[in-house]
């Protein structure tokens, strides 16, 4: 714990840090790798549609005897469609039949009754016209297209339109990867699936949200500055909430993990495995690409502005200049470690002091941090 | 330092008193919950256990724009009527985003009469009435035969009602045409049943069913007029079976309810015009006749003839052969009696009806003329045993999640936990409070995924207490003393916690309002918690944590209070790079 504690002060002092925009290409490529293997899935595999989108019948019944391959045969036999049968852990039975009339079910549930000698009336029965599966995934595109554009505009007023359109990079990268995670795997996808997958929205932006505000924050003046670019910055940022970030994820995943936990290890199936699974793997798919992709690719959109690129110019200039001067004043703690993972700063970074001297730097850290914060 | 000085004075200024507010509000709120007597949320289906089927409405062929509120709306008024008129209690029918309906049955009663109910399309037609009577009910409430003296009055029970009297007559003609019809009850005879060999039908209005059929040459009238005998509409299951599975063309018996609320029964004829028939119906005020509230109809080109053809003969004929009756489902909704034939494609009905009643049968005339038609989208049944498991597991699961989080909040954050789990509590209990009340109000019932959406919640609820404590942490590590740091951490915190529950809160309310289904309890739960989230971060933890901030335990920094300096990695050599840089840049500039 003090460890973690001492962790947390170093990351947010600088002292240490992981270079997530330096090393940024390597992360792109990684999504890019990720995403492809998610199409590809995708187009090859395509997803398990659950009984709910092809129309057909459910049918869960209370602990019985009767072995899951006789209730095929059984269920088979009634309906005259194919079944699928699988044994639930409180003992019964969760029986899908593919392609039911939802006027036939009731016979086929009578049938089912008679055979597996339980009573119709406790036998749960979940029908679905194949039309309202259709029904249930458009309006979840629609509300997903209206959810995006909105935030996007959101983003764009709270923020401005490049963390907006990082943000929606992002977004879609997080979805691209639980969808492709269902194709890969196979995992059956229900109006519960897409309940989690429509959850994660919000909270994958949420986490993204914070770093940008962070950033946000520390950019507000950098252009008066001569001793940092916003690549650099940026990468500030992320390492300054990063155990921010790792604890509002742990703690978002912590309650899903108990739904996925008694919803797959007691119920078996059902809607709350459903939701919690999709949950799951899109809250771990959105934490990464917070840091990983939302930010980097923000810090790239903003270095190509003529602003930001004046002043890498200026900041890379400054270090030059600091280095052909083979001035090696100790450098401060602050700036020492912190850009050594980046071999073509490393060199300007021991020179910090050259930099930080300028009077640019000082005015602007003055003004941009009335509290005097250090960053 | 002005601004932050300012939300100093502003935030740290009265911690008690917000907290004694928020305080007081739950406890009004928990007290309202008692008090109104729903101490608990009302439980969605798949939890109590029950039957919902979603309908979906299709247009029908050649009908464009049939989808709208208006049809919908009426739909949904129709459905309830039928579905309530099997005695069950407590269905509720609702519409779901734009072409839904969605009807819950609860546990224990018959959902399979129910499905065949709200499955099948409505039926509405006109009919003549050829006989009819008080059934069953309290003799002594019968209605007196107010209009039996009077020449317009027509003497049946069936359409004299007391206070009301129905007829339809030309929109044309004057509303108080004066129709000489005779009081010569008995007459016999329709042309609709010519045929047979009627019953000497009409009965008096005086309560005494005595009306028995003078002959019967037809076996099917004999059966009918046994049917008849036999009906009892004051019991709900013979209502629900009177008249089931008539063929349009077939003469059938039927029951109806008259402005007194007692059971009418009625030997009818043939259908002679259809609800499809009617163009529109709707409820007008009549400003210039003394009417009040009435009718009016408007019918397709066939159905105007159709309508002429048997006004005509209604009109010929003594009461209360005279009348015809609109029957909806087998059930007679009015029957109003005719003065004269009207030819004029239009038609309205009048009485003294109330807004309401008028505008109620206004939309059963409409829903005849309804384009819709509705399939089943989706029926799930579920016992009250997997309701009840799926409930407990769903609170199991939500307990290992809460617990998992407490835990984690302890380990990681230690003294300041306190304040996070306290502030979960209160988060927790509003979110109950406001699910019981909102059970009654709106009609807001708790559902599998809204579970689901509870649970997520604890996260994101527990969030805005991580970036608010870290964001104190961050200013302990500036080297400031425990309450000037959470002053200044504050407004920032307060930022980025809004900034991201309005995404959160964005996502919830965009998939509430476009979505159907189950992902709308579960969008409603998420805006609400996240709702409350915003409340309970803003009037309860800060507030908590401006007064713990005093307290010696928090404000020394005690090594188990989460905030001790050393653990944080405040060290000597912080302060020392920060003063060794300072002259150096006074050095060198």
Known sequence: MSKLGTLGARLHRGEIGYDFVGKRMIWYAVSILITITAIVGLAVRGLNMGIEFQGGAVFTTERTSVSVSQAETYAEEASGHDAIVQKLGNGGLRIQVAGVDTGKSDQIKEDLAKNLKVDAEKINADLVGPSWGDQVADKAWQGLAIFMVLVVIYLAIAFEWRMAAAALVALIHDITITVGVYALVGFEVTPGTVIGLLTILGYSLYDTVVVFDSLKEQTKDITKQTRWTYSEIADRSINGTLVRSINTTVVALLPVAGLLFIGGGVLGAGMLNDISLSLFVGLAAGAYSSIFIATPLVADFKEREPQMKALRKRVLAKRAAAAAKGESQEAPVVEQTYDDEDPEDATPAVVGPRAQRAQPSSRGRGRGRPSGKRR | MAAPKKGRQGTQGRPGRTLALILIAIVALTGGMFASGHTTPRLGIDLAGGTSITLQARNEPGQKNAINK??????VDIMNRRVNGLGVSEAEVQTQGDSNIIVNIPKGTNSKQA???????????????LTTEVSGGDPAATPSPSGSGTPSGSPSPGSDKGKESEKATSSASPSATPSATATSQGRAVTDALKADPTPSAGTSGKGNPSAEPSASADPATAKLQAEYAALDCSKRTARAKAGDGVKAADPTVACGQNAQGQWQKYILGPAEVEGTDVDKASAVFDTQGAAGWKVTMDFTGKGGKKFAGITGKLAQNQSPQNQFAIVLDGEVVSDPYVSQALTGGTAEISGSFTQQESQDLANMLSYGALPLTFTEASVTTVTAALGGEQLEAGLIAGAIGLALV??????YYRG???????????????????????GPTIGFALNLPAVCGAIVAIGITADSFIVFFERIRDEIREGRSMRPAVERAWPRARRTILVSDFVSFLAAAVLFVVTVGKVQGFAFTLGLTTLLDVVVVFFF???LMTILARKKFFAEGHSWSGLDPKRLGVQPPLRRTRRVSAPVDTKEA
Request: cysteine-free; hydrophobic content about 55%; aromatic content about 8%.
């Open chain 2, 406 to 411: 407490v835990l984690y909040l302890v380990i």
């Open chain 2, 70 to 75: 208006t049809n919908m709306d009426t739909a």
């Open chain 2, 416 to 438: 300041l936990s306190l304040i996070a789990i306290a502030s979960l509590l209160v988060s927790a209990v509003m979110t109950y409070v406001i699910m019981s009340l909102l």
């Open chain 2, 115 to 129: 499905r065949e109910q709200v499955g099948t399309t409505a039926k509405l037609y006109f009919r003549p009435v």
């Open chain 2, 541 to 543: 933890t800060k507030p």
